[in-house]
């Protein structure tokens, strides 16, 4: 290691600066959707078994629950626009405009060039949680979804219940799609109910036991038209290892909930982003 300058405690001392003021995002009407979300009724329900994922559709002003049913279980999310799979999710812009970990009132992104909320969070029964002693904390956009992949670069052998090859699965089989074709648009996660932080002595990702219970849930007001797909993790509550058989796994249920005609008067799903996109040219 080269030896620290000078001035080196006087460059670690300089005041961090926030990238993206959160201050300056468009804010959504929480009191609108909540409004809305009060008389919703259930127009679907679908249940992610453990180590698998399911699709899920949700239209522009419905509600999605993500709930833990059976005992801790994570899962990861992927979103897309339902009437273009080229606007998706977008995890690193998210974490960038928020944080590494979001909870109510966060918003969900989407890819260049929308880059627009695709879904807001309206409900976390995990908010209490925080940051722990650790760095911890839930609902995570920092972590990929683990894939088989990386599980053969490591450990060697061919693993499918990845949550990488899970959401394939599940968007081919909703979509008509090969395998092949389903792959690109598996694109990097919300991890649901999963703990996570960064160890401050080597800057290494880590994941701990799930605070979620039975019972908990997470609720995202839809922005635009969604198709979903959720992988029910299978490192279960990830306080061990993941892609394994061996880590007790247990089902994710999703319910979709359709505002009453008229509860979201004024409201429009959100335009696609102002830039030009003439990039200098």
Known sequence: MTLPPPDADARRAIAP????????????DLALYARARAGARKVEEVVAPPREAVCF????????????????QVGDLNLWNARDLRERFYSGKTRALHGSHVSVGDRLWSSFPSLRPMA??????????????????????IGTRCDPYTHNLL?????HHCCHSNLIRALADHTGMSLQEAEPHVHDVLNVFMCTGFTRDTGQYFMKASPVRPGDYLELFAEIDLLGALSACPGGD??????SDTAACHPLRIEVFAPDEGA???WAPPAVNGYDRGHGR
Do not use: N
Request: proline share 5%.
């Open 264 to 266: 979201l008067e004024g």
């Open 120 to 141: 807001t969070i309206l409900e976390d029964t995990l908010g209490w949680y925080g940051i722990d002693e650790h760095g911890g904390a839930v609902h995570d956009v």
């Open 17 to 28: 600066v926030i990238c993206y003021p959160a201050d300056g995002l468009p804010r959504p």
């Open 155 to 159: 450990s060697g052998g061919q693993y």
């Open 57 to 72: 559709e949700v239209a522009a002003g419905q509600v999605v629950r993500i709930s833990c049913i059976e005992g801790a």
């Open 238 to 243: 990830c306080s061990s290892e993941h892609s």
